[in-house]
């Protein structure tokens, strides 16, 4: 293979694995008690946790380190589906 090839093929395997990393979403809902708190939230996923279970362990792990409990995984949803869930999420779009 010449070399121009090779980095050229290298160049195009990094670019798909970096944009499949940031294609995968979900939509959450989270509680605090003790003032009863509630949020609707946005959050990246890693492509291991593209799926509601796994996006559920993922969630729980990141929101308990704040405080924050986990009710239930709305959806998982790629990129097309954050400008329509932006708004609704406030601060905590993309936050956890």
């Not at 290298?10 to 995968?24: D, E, I, R, T």
């Not at 559920?56 to 998982?76: I, K, M, P």
Request: glycine share 8%; with cysteine.
């Amino acid at each position: 293979m010449k070399p121009f090839s090779l980095i050229a093929a290298l160049v195009f395997a990094l670019g798909m694995a970096s944009a499949a990393n940031a294609a995968c979403y979900a939509d959450y809902k989270a509680k605090q008690d003790n003032p009863l708190r509630l949020h609707y939230g946005v959050a990246e996923l890693p492509d291991s946790a593209c799926d509601r279970g796994s996006a559920q362990a993922v969630l729980a792990g990141r929101l308990a380190n704040a405080g924050w409990t986990l009710l239930n995984v709305v959806s998982v949803f790629g990129p097309e589906g954050l400008d329509e869930r932006k708004a609704s999420a406030g601060d905590y779009f993309l936050r956890y």
